[in-house]
């Protein structure tokens, strides 16, 4: 049981910087326009 919240832990992670690079790439969408 002890593993699934480090693989929990981990998708959160990879999801967090998903989201990051998406808001900069938005940003520099923005500022380009």
Not at 1 to 24: A, G, H, W
Request: charged residues 20%.
């Amino acid at each position: 049981m002890y593993l699934y919240p480090v693989t929990n832990f981990k998708n959160v992670i990879s999801l967090l910087n998903k989201i990051e690079i998406n808001i900069k790439i938005e940003i520099k969408n923005a500022l380009i326009a």
